[in-house]
């Protein structure tokens, strides 16, 4: 049994979990197919931005999400994530929001990103709304669009979020650490916390979070939660015992089977609510 956190009560409650949910359910004899591809699209100031999309095959229409990925870079764990959000019936664009500083071997990309500082704020925040405009213009699209990271990816979801008001419909965030950041952890790059743009946050927000993370600790979770009931935002927070950074990360030591699979189906029932059916 797992330990999760719900926002509808000020306590935690105590369930059994079916990691199952959503999982395995699709009809053996239904047609499906799926195209993905790497492609270019203009980002913040018209900047040709790499990006891997994967779409469900068929005129749609479909709803859309922006896959954001993590600090450690565009690597193939992602083009995985967004294969599953495609076989799920939706397109996904992930953006490569590292493109403009160099190509080659994603660990050795995301390294020298991280020595600079990472990417600025701004730059990240253009290029994930000129995907999600790219994704709603799209002849297939439903005219609904989501954005989900983890890590530094889900501080990025949440920001952009926060700054594109009116724009997207749903957002996820597994695990954005430093969304909460004192004074002294702001840089030019990254100068104001996302946490001070809660009140202009316009889309429902999910957030999945493992206990044992330290980036962002529980605390930093509870203040986030805070901000969000100030404002009267519509949320829902799912918390795992047992899990830390990173536990959906099936090719590392972080993963966490039984809290994983249970994150996913809360990720696809919050994505289902909110961005099925026409805008």
């Known amino acids: 049994m797992l330990l999760v956190s719900v926002p509808e009560t000020a306590h ?41 999309f994967a779409r469900p095959a068929g005129p749609g229409p479909h709803p859309s999400i922006v896959l954001v990925h993590h600090a450690p870079g565009w690597d193939e764990l992602y083009r995985e994530m967004a294969y599953r959000l495609a076989n799920h019936g939706y397109t996904v664009l992930a953006p490569d929001l590292y493109c403009r500083v160099a190509h080659g071997a994603p660990d050795d990309i ?66 954005g650490g430093r969304v909460v950041a004192s004074a002294e952890e702001l840089t030019p790059k990254m100068p104001v916390a996302p946490l001070d743009y809660t009140g202009d946050l316009s889309a429902p927000l999910l957030g999945i979070f493992g206990n044992d993370d330290q980036n962002p600790s529980p605390s930093h979770v509870d ?51 909110h961005l099925v059916g026409q805008r």
């Open 12 to 52: 935690r409650k105590r369930r059994t979990i079916n990691p199952m949910a959503q999982w395995n359910q699709l009809s053996t004899d239904a047609h499906s197919g799926l195209l993905a591809e790497v492609i270019t699209y203009p980002g913040q100031g018209g900047d040709l931005v790499h990006a891997y």
């Open 110 to 175: 995301g390294a020298q990103v991280r020595a600079a500082g990472m990417m600025p704020d701004d730059t990240v925040v253009g290029d994930l709304a000129a995907a999600m405009r790219y994704l709603r213009s799209l002849p297939t699209s439903n005219g609904k669009v989501g954005i989900i990271g983890s890590c530094s990816g889900g501080r990025h979801a949440f920001l952009a979020a926060c700054r594109t008001p009116g724009g997207f419909d749903a957002v996820a965030d597994l695990w």
């Open 223 to 273: 203040a986030l939660e805070a901000a969000l009931k100030q404002h009267g935002k519509s949320y829902e927070f799912h918390r795992y015992d047992g899990a830390g950074h990173g536990f959906f990360y099936y090719d590392r030591t972080a993963y966490r089977q039984q809290q994983a699979m249970d994150g996913w189906s809360k990720v696809f029932a919050f994505f289902d609510q």
